[in-house]
């Protein structure tokens, strides 16, 4: 049988995409074998949303080519979307698709085997109008599960060049994730992730009111289910039928990734973020108060263009003054094609490395002021993986726990947090979860 590698760069959608395109060279009964191994077939699902991902993305085609030069290489993603002519000058290069037709990736490769030059299908993803729903075919080999519910976005950040590679909002219909979430209870999955491009916009395409809301509760009827996770969510997109099941109800996992991206009330004017710093700050108060020991993590952009020395200060103190649990530092990344690339006031490198390097020594900080306030309690860890007799995974507000007790993988744990360890803490296990 042919092999076929498949690789993902980037985010959680990503993964989950080269997940459903592995399950379908599989159903063909294709060999799946490591992306370092030779292979008849090599798939890159690329990312475009640093310039750093463009160049991985372009090095991890070349390294395929390396490996085999008579292989099939078909790229496709954000990159491939966004710029096909640079994906189709990478030599090797055979099939490129962009954000979607995935579904057609087993038909696409075999054509490229059968005739000379390059397959382009990248096509207008403005036009995309529905979800390219590719259920699963076999289970991922992870403990956490995610599921991709949406797709697209049509926020036009002035920074962010995903609305041009993911065309507009395109949401799961319910019955298929209620179907596809069925589907990995049954396999064992103890935790569901639910992801989207824009996961606050579910259900806008769809007919009736159809939300976030209502999706989870498609998951949540499933018997058998002990977590739901939501994936990266916009603060202002947490409505209060939502907010009221993560109130409510107990498999709901404390955890909010709620991107700030600024600190600074012009900064995020001129990012074409809807709210402004005080909002962010009432809302994540009353989260807080709410939902006792929630984790609230985000992510920070500096260097913004124009941003002044004065307005990234701005942005430390008001991050000082939240309690976030971990933050994602990135150092503004000129994407061509989106309004902020085309402005004269860019801030230098070094400029942006210096203050990348001082908003994340805060993170550390923060994460660890986060993880004291829970030493000497016991919460409920799932955990995920073994390395050299140390495990580790995740407590339902997402804080790491490593232990050397005596765990399984995919099961959870009560486990009392003893100290700080790494990233996260060391625990000591108390009971298993029935
Ligand atoms: S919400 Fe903004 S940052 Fe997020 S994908 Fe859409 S445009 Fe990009």
Known sequence: MPKVALTTL????????????????????YEIVPFEETADFYVINTCSVTSLGDRKSRQIIRRAQRQNEQ?????????????????????????????????????????AAREDGIIDEVGNIMEARDFEDIPLYDMPQRTRAFLKIEDGCQNFCSYCIIPYARGPVKSRHLDKIHAEAKKLVAAGFKEIVLTGIHLGAYGRDLAGEVTLADACREVLKVEGLKRLRLGSLESIEL????????????????????PLQAGSDSVLKDMNRHYDTAEFARLIEHVEREVPGVAVS??????????TEEQFQQGLAFVAAMNFSRMHVFPYSRRSGTPAAERKDQIPDPVKKERAHRMQELAVRKTQEFHQQFLGKTLRVLFETDT????DGLTDN?????????????????VELERLYRDGVWGKVTEKVK
């Not at 096909?84 to 696409?108: C, D, F, M, N």
């Not at 039928?241 to 990734?257: M, N, P, V």
């Not at 050299?388 to 495990?391: F, K, L, R, V």
């Open 239 to 258: 409505s209060p039928d939502l907010f009221e099941l993560i109130r409510s109800d107990e498999r709901f996992c404390a955890h909010l990734h709620l």
């Open 10 to 29: 980037g985010c959680k959608v990503n993964q989950f995409e080269t997940e459903t395109m592995e399950g379908l060279f599989k159903q063909k009964g």
């Open 388 to 391: 050299d007799g140390i495990t």
């Open 298 to 307: 985000t992510d920070i952009i500096v260097g913004f263009p124009g941003e």
């Open 71 to 111: 292989a099939i290489i078909a790229v496709c993603g954000c990159y491939s979307q966004v710029h096909p002519e640079e994906i189709k000058a990478i030599e090797g290069v055979r099939v490129v698709l962009g954000t979607k037709e995935r579904s057609q990736i087993v038909e696409l490769v075999e054509q």
């Open 398 to 414: 997402y804080i790491r726990v490593y232990t050397d007790d005596a765990v399984v993988c995919g099961d959870l744990y009560e």
